[in-house]
Each structure stands twice: as C-alpha cells, then as structure tokens.
C-alpha cells in the first residue's frame, strides 16, 4: 500500500499497569484532515495524542508520522506539535518568548525568528501584545499564545487536546470557528480531542469515536451522526430513544416487537432479519407530536409527562404504554396557533419518518465483543 | 437569622487580630532586645563589665581595626563558601527527590532531616571523630593508599565548611525541594514537545522557575551562618573566628556589652546590604507571579 498518510496507527494498545487506556486503535489520518477524537471522560484520548506526541510510548502496536515509525524517536525530534488542555504556557517568558521558543531550539537565525514570530502573532490576533507575560492574558488570549507558539513550527500534524475545555460557552463557540478557519488556511493536519460532541460535529472533517479505549465508528460528522453503527454512539452524539426488541415478520413487512402490544415499524431494506434482537433509535427531534383530535386515535398515543424550555427547543417527555418514555425536541420557532404548546397531561400522537429509524445491533454484540 | 461568616472572616478588621500573637512575640523578643543591643552599642564597659549607656562612637571606631574587619570578611567569605556548597550539594538532592521519587517520598523526605533529630553539638563533636588525623576518613583514604600521611581538616577552614554544610544542608534542601516539586510538570513536556532537549529543558524552564527556591535556600541558610559560633569553635578549634564567636565571647567573657552591642549591630546591617543588593540582582530574574 504505498498510500500516505500524515499519521497511521496501527493496531495501537497502552496498558498502565494493568489499566487499559488504549486498545487495539487503528487510525489513518489524511493531509491536511481536521480528524477529531471524540469520546467520553476516560476513554483514553489523552493517552493516544501524547503517543503520537511522544511522550507515552505503545505497549503495542506500531505509530507512524508522515510515513516514518516513530519507535524511540523521543519528542523532541519529532515533527508534531501539541496545544495542552491547560495551555502550559511558560509563566517566566512574554508572549514573544514563549511563541519565539520552538525555533529558538532549532537555531534559527534572530532576525528570522523576530519575523515569524510577528507572523504567528498577526495570525492569532495577538499583535501588541508581545510583552505581556501569560498571566496577564485572558483565556482565550492564552490559547491563541498556545496555538501561535505550537504552529509557528510548521508541524506536520499538530495536536490539540480539548484546547476550549477551559473558555466560557460564548468565547468557546467563536474559537471553535476560527480554529476551523485557521486550520484551512495553514493546511496543517489538526488532530482534535475532545468530549463534546457538539463541537467535533461543527469542527471536523472526520470524527473517530472512542469507548473505553476502543474505537466505536469512524465517520464524517453527518455520517456518525446520522448513521450511528452502535448504541453508543447513538447515545454519545446527541440524544436517542432506543427501543429494544425482536424483528418479526407482518403483514406490512418487517417490524420490532417491543412489547406484545407494541409494534415498530422498520424502514425498508434495514438488513434486518426475522428473529434477530435489534435496538431502533429514533432522535428526539424526528419525533412528531400532534394534539389527539379523535375520540379513538391510532397509532401512538401517550401522554405529556412534562416540558422544558430549552430557548430554541422545547423539550417533552411523553409517557407511551408499553414503550415507557420517549423524548421529543420541537423547534420553538414552529410554535404558532396551528401548533401550539402542548400542557403535561395532554395527550398526543407519536409519529416519525420511517427513515428516522435507526437500526443498530443489541447492546452486548454491538460491532466488538468485551472480554472481562 | 443565618448570617453568611465568610465575609466576617475576609474582613480587614477580624484578620487583624491574627497577627496579633506573633507581633508581640517579634515585640518582646526582638524589636526590644535590638534596640538595647542598638543603644548599648554606643555606650561603654562598666567599670566591672556590663555597660554604661552614653553616645559616643568608640565601639564602631574600635571595630574599624584590622583585626576585627579580618573577622567579619571571614564570617563572610565561610558563609558564602558554605551556602555555595550546601546549593551545590543541596540542588541535585532536591532535584531527585521532587522528580525522580515517586514511592517512598515522605520516607526520603524524613532521611533528610533524620540529622536534626540530634542535638546540634552532638552532631558537629561527631564529625571531629570522622575528620580528625587519625579518624575514619583519614584511616581509609591511607588504606586505600590514596595518600601518604593524614590529610588535616580538623582546626582548618576546610573542616569548618564540612561542618556547615552538613548542618545546614537540609535547610537548602527544603525550600528547593517545595519549588521543583511544584513545579508543573506539562511546562517540561512542552518544551521538549517544542524541541528543546533535556538539557535545554532544565536551563530554560526547571532553573528559572526554581529560581524562588533558590533564593529562600540561599537566606536560609546564609543568614544563620553568618551568625554561627558552634561549628568554627568545635570543628576550627578556636583559631578561626566568625562575628558570631566574636560577639559571643564579648558578652560571656569579656563581658564588654558595649562592644558586644557594636558588633551585633554592624553584623545585622552589614547582612541587610548584602542582601538588598543580591535581592535586587537575582529577585529581578525570579520575579515570578506563579511562584
Ligand atoms: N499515567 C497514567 N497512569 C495510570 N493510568 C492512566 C495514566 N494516564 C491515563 N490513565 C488511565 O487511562 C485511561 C485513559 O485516560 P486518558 O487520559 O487518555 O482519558 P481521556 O479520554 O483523555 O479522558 P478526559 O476526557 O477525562 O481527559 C483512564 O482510565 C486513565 O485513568
Ligand atoms: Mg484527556
């Protein structure tokens, strides 16, 4: 396979002792890609960025940087950068020294490293503020001091671990596109960490989604978030209601016996087989709610068990006999005389598209078996 | 009525009061004994010692003579020498400890202080027995056929620094030990992450942010040399004297007050230059809000 990649991973696995942080991690990640690695607290995507980094080395498994097996190459030799979560600034240098730093090791000439370091600068939007020390600088000014300082080396891959976790939601949001725009303009290959799904939706080129030191799918966004091959991942990246059960065969074709009473429709060619125990997700928002206008309604019928405002959206659970609670999402924007708000204790009708049906495999079998 | 108490402890007025033991401490056992060391200074020795108050400059005029300056350039030059070498040994020490240590710390932390669970005398009468002619150092430096006759270090300047060093060590050890060990171990891994080697990484990161340390090491254990009388009179035999000795003998047996007084003071302000100066030299560099 003479295909190159910026960074492969093969077959990577890291123990702490008798911890597994990472386990069996098979990634490829492109030129120039914004590839995200997405997953909850704990699930080792720390320890994964600091091996391509350097700084933990694989119990297993090979890492290669632009083609290169990095085995005991020690960090800093390696051609990758990092922007640490906390930023690790040095406190006793000034923004300019602190940008100044990397090419400071590699000898390079003073009036050379006086320009690019106006350059990084210009690039974050920093100009000015040169002598300030780190602790004189907002939040989001120290992280575009971390960036400037990590990029102004021209790395191959540079790596970010959760470098927003620390900035307030509004600031969060507005770094969130600039780093994005950033990254399209030096072309440098980012490999994001983070645990917001949220933000590696909007973000990335690429999503690898990890569980317990495992990966769970790989994906672009739309298609890890419209196509989840797992619960977890259902779960994970926004919300789901899952119905578990047994696929039989209907008059109308397939569908999923939740309950005796209660039968699911399934989408047409789903690949699911008669007798197979599957879970469906539906996302809260492709649930429709109607006031019940008949005196025997058909279909799902449930009742509102409460609403929350949620500013754009409003929120509903609905009690469903035999299904239990299903959450649906409306637009509040939608809201008009036609369809009003629906008051707990309402009774209403359950529907979605077919296609909002998402089939995934039952929890325990999913795509990988766990050993004790 | 629930009154939020915070705010009464984070009062200006409430938190005075909690300097209040330690101010009449520093009062009573330390403005008043110096400002009587400060008047006596310039009064003279009584007729059967003890003194008599007045103003003149005689005792500091006396101190301007050769044989007392020597004295004081002495108490300088052994102090530094002695700080020197507690930093030098003290350093890597402490540099082990914070970092290389990660089981057992507190037990490492305790072997470095087991020495002053002795008495000070105890331990400083101890070294003459491993230093003098026929000690252990010298029984096995001829063993080994390294040297040919004793090596004198007891009654020298070199014995007297051993013996300083040994007893002040830990003080140096501490206060550098706090600094590196709370020193943010991700800065490290950014600057090799940054390309700097280890080399690099020690001088540029871990030596100026231990640079507070340093500092506190060095006045702790400067300033009580400078002061020490034990160690030269045990370890020098009485024929090296420090200010400390000097000051001492003045007022136990010579019973001289006056010049005892003198001595003192001039002692306290010549540290208080030295330490200005070397405050504004190496305070400049460490001036660090993180530390
Ligand atoms: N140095 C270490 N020694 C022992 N266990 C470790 C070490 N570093 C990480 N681990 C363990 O490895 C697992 C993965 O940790 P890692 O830091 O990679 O998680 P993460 O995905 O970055 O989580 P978070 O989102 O909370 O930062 C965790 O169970 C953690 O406790
Ligand atoms: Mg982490």
Known sequence: ?372 | MLRPTTDRAASPSASRWLVLPAGVWYFFFFVIPLSFAFIFSFGHRGAYGGIELGFSFDQYVRLAQPIYSKTFLTTLAMASAGTLGCLILGYPLAYFLATRVHRHKLLMLLLVIIPFWTSFLIRTYGITILINDRGLLNTLLMNLGWVSEPVRLLFTPWGILLGLVYNYLPLMVFPLYVSLERLDKTLLEASKDLGAGRLATFRNITLPLSLPGVIAGLMLVFIPLTGEYVVPQILGGGKILFMGGLITSQFVSTRDWAFGSAAAVSLIVLLLLVITVYMRRLGRRAEDPFA
């Not at chain 1, 976790?165 to 600031?171: E, I, P, R, S, W």
């Not at chain 1, 994001?192 to 495992?214: C, F, K, P, W």
């Not at chain 1, 999913?366 to 004790?372: F, L, Q």
Request: glycine share 10%; charged share 20%; proline share 5%.
């Open chain 1, 1 to 372: 396979m003479p295909e190159s990649w910026d960074v492969e991973l093969q077959g990577v696995t890291k123990y702490f002792g008798s911890v597994v942080a990472v386990e069996g991690l098979t990634l490829r990640i492109q030129s120039g890609q914004f590839y995200s690695l997405l997953g909850p607290s704990g699930c080792g995507k720390t320890t994964t960025l600091r091996m391509i980094a350097g700084f933990e080395h694989p119990s297993q498994g090979i890492i290669r940087i632009a083609g290169q097996d990095v085995l005991g190459i020690p960090p800093y030799r390696r051609n990758v950068n990092m922007v640490f979560q906390h930023y690790a600034l040095f406190p006793h240098m000034s923004v300019e020294e602190n940008v100044a730093y990397g090419l400071k090791q590699k000898k390079v000439s003073v009036p050379e490293i006086a320009r690019r370091v106006q350059q990084a600068l210009a690039m974050v939007q920093l100009t000015g503020l040169e002598r300030r020390r780190p602790h004189e600088l907002s939040g989001g000014q120290q992280q575009r001091v971390a960036l400037a300082r990590a990029l102004i080396n021209r790395p191959t891959v540079l790596l970010l671990d959760e470098p927003l976790g620390a900035l307030d939601q509004k600031l969060r949001k507005a770094m969130q596109l600039e780093l994005k725009s950033l990254q399209r303009t030096v072309g440098i290959t980012f490999i994001y960490v983070t645990h917001d799904q949220e933000e590696a939706l909007t973000m990335s080129d690429y999503i690898a989604v990890m569980n317990a030191g495992r990966l769970e799918q790989l994906g672009t966004a739309i298609e890890v978030y419209e196509r989840p091959r797992t619960r977890f991942v259902a779960d994970f990246i926004g919300l789901s209601n899952f119905f578990r059960g047994e696929v039989i065969r209907s008059e109308g074709g397939l569908v999923v016996a939740v309950d005796r009473r209660m039968h699911l429709a399934l989408p047409p060619h789903s690949g699911a087989r008669p007798g197979q125990r599957i879970t469906v997700a539906v996302r809260p928002e492709k649930v429709r709610l109607a006031p019940v206008s008949s005196d025997a309604p058909s279909g799902l019928v449930g009742r509102v068990a409460s609403s929350t405002y949620l500013g754009e959206q409003t929120e509903y659970r609905v009690g469903v006999n035999g299904l239990g609670t299903i959450i649906a999402r409306r637009q509040n924007s939608e809201i008009d005389s036609a369809t009003p708000r629906l008051a707990a204790g309402e009774l209403v009708q359950l529907s979605w598209a077919l296609e909002s049906s998402l089939i995934l495999p039952e929890e325990g079998v999913a795509s990988h078996e766990r050993e004790g």
